[in-house]
């Protein structure tokens, strides 16, 4: 029930996207990003595809790993899709009932689906082939010019580190509660609405308790250990770019500037 | 047999890089009103195993037999074999939720859709059965009574669904000794006098050479050693290598017997040992 949820799961490996400094995957991920909004052309997304495929190539995840990530969004998808093709308006192609199906609908449904699903693929990349420790880190030091104006990034990336942690234990946490409560005689699958979300009490009550006792065992185990957050705070990985970052950075822009200029044609 | 277990197999997260075979190839049998206990090293598979006796989690391969029942099977009545199979999970008293004692305790017994009458006697039992007094607790909240007594509530909220087999993982984890020893007395009391079958799962080997008929031992997801206590606490060696133990007291009158006082090899009990260096005293006062 809980197993198709890959968001924030990393997938170990070695290969290079992997060794990447994460501030330039953070980087290239938002690059990938923006081009794919900007896009309103089936060249660009060529590029954009062949980009992605040989990253993922390069990242050796298997590539079912990366789809059970789009499963639960499928139908956001989906939906946008329908939305797009009977909500815009053009050159009719064919009618269905009082729908009208226009060229141009057609055409944007498609690529706000590939632009969603492109984004997902493109985000779950980063997040596999990222440990949670180190995309902190980079959410850190990227957000770091922005102190000055009073941006608490260290406090932001020690949140994100902790609340990435506990994904994970919480999962397990509400798989250990729902069996217990199913060796009850709990039911948590059938009935209607109502009855499925009052179920669900049996469930959240522990849970809750259970984050709350984490949280505060936690804030202790760390005042215990003296932690201050923020000013002079040195750390065991310090982040340093390498060739091999410049060089990823560099084909990323390439790409880009590639489709700014097709755009701009 | 009640619970028959055949060519049991279960794999955690098949086919991704965190794949785990918890349970491979298991076979046991156990029979109506034993009382087994079931050891092995931390990661061995027991929590795994005993969750496939209620149907909570599925085989990947092979048969679970409750009285007669393929629970493994398509369309298996799931409710009526967790009815019949009691699980207590470890720390049981995380999963407590209701505003009164009386409601969490309730819970079970409602699920199973009785009356409200029955409701009413059924957790009435179940409060006394764990030693709790029924009139001064009922109404109190679970969360403000100390770790032990909760534990019990939660005890009492499997044990009012009227199991004829009762699980229990490690349910003495955590507590102090006075409230280890209260909870093992009423589990002894629940095989004694209602005949219950009981499987006990514990690290403690004093615990279950003191309780046990039988003893089960799992390594690496397979069953390696099945007997009686006296039998299976013999093999100190092979069980150290799974990375167990025997009784302290065994230890004890191993090193007695090493140095060459005549003594018995297979006392598991303190009782036992008290006797057995009474009888070594009194034979040598005697010589
Ligand atoms: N929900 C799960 N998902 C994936 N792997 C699991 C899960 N539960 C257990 N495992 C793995 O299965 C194996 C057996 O675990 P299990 O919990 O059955 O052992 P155990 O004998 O109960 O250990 P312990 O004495 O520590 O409670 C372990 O390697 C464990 O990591
Ligand atoms: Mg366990």
Known sequence: MLKNITIGQYFPGNTVIHK??????????????????????????????????????ISKVPFKFILKGLKPLFFIILITFIINVFM???????????????????????????????????????????????????????????????????????????????????????????????????????????????????????????????????????????????????????????????IALGISILLLGLIIVDRLL | MIIKVEGLTHIYNPNSPFETKALDNVNLEIAKGEFVGLIGHTGSGKSTLIQHLNGLIKPTSGKVIIDGVDISAEGANLKDIRQKVGLVFQYPEHQLFEETIYKDVAFGPINLGLSEEEVDKRVKEAIELVGLNYDKIKNRSPFELSGGQKRRVAIAGVL????????????????????????????????????????????????????????????????????????????????????????????????????????????????????????????????
């Open chain 2, 160 to 287: 009012a669904m009227e199991p004829e087999v009762l699980i229990l993982d490690e349910p003495t984890a955590g507590l102090d000794p006075k409230g280890r020893d209260e909870i093992l007395k009423q589990i002894k009391k629940l095989h004694q006098d209602f005949n219950m079958t009981i499987i006990l799962v514990s690290h403690s080997m004093e615990d279950i050479a003191r309780l046990v008929d039988k003893i089960i031992v799992m390594h690496k997801g397979r069953v390696s050693i099945v007997g009686k206590p006296k039998d299976v606490f013999k093999k100190a060696d092979e069980l150290e290598e799974l990375g167990l133990g025997v009784p302290q007291v065994t230890y004890f009158m191993r090193e007695l017997k090493k140095r060459g006082k005549k003594v018995r090899d297979d006392i598991i009990t303190v009782e036992d040992a008290k006797e057995e260096i009474l009888r070594l005293l009194r034979g040598n006062g005697n010589a």
């Open chain 1, 20 to 57: 990447l400094d994460p501030r330039i995957k953070i980087i290239i991920t938002l690059l990938f990003i923006i081009s794919l909004f900007i896009i309103d052309n089936f060249l660009p997304y060529l590029f954009v595809s062949i980009f992605i495929f040989t990253s993922i190539f």
């Open chain 1, 88 to 246: 815009t308006k053009g050159e009719i192609l064919f009618e269905i009932g009082p729908l009208d199906v226009t060229k141009e609908g057609l055409k944007l449904a498609t690529f706000m689906a590939l632009r969603l699903i492109f984004l997902i693929i493109g985000t779950s990349l980063l997040t596999l082939t990222t440990s949670p420790i180190s995309l902190t880190d980079g959410i850190e030091r990227l957000l770091n010019p922005f102190k000055r104006i009073g941006v608490p990034a260290h406090e932001l990336a020690m949140m994100m580190t902790i609340a990435l942690r506990f994904i994970p234990t919480l999962l397990e946490e509400t798989d250990k509660i729902m069996k217990a409560q199913m060796a009850r005689g709990a039911d948590f699958e059938s009935g209607n609405v109502l009855k499925r979300a009052k179920s669900l009490v049996p469930l959240l009550v522990p849970l809750f308790i259970s984050a709350f006792r984490r949280a505060d065992e936690l804030a202790l185990a760390m005042e215990a250990r003296c932690y201050r957050g923020g000013e002079n705070r040195t750390r065991m990985k310090q982040l340093i770019l390498s060739r091999r970052d410049y």
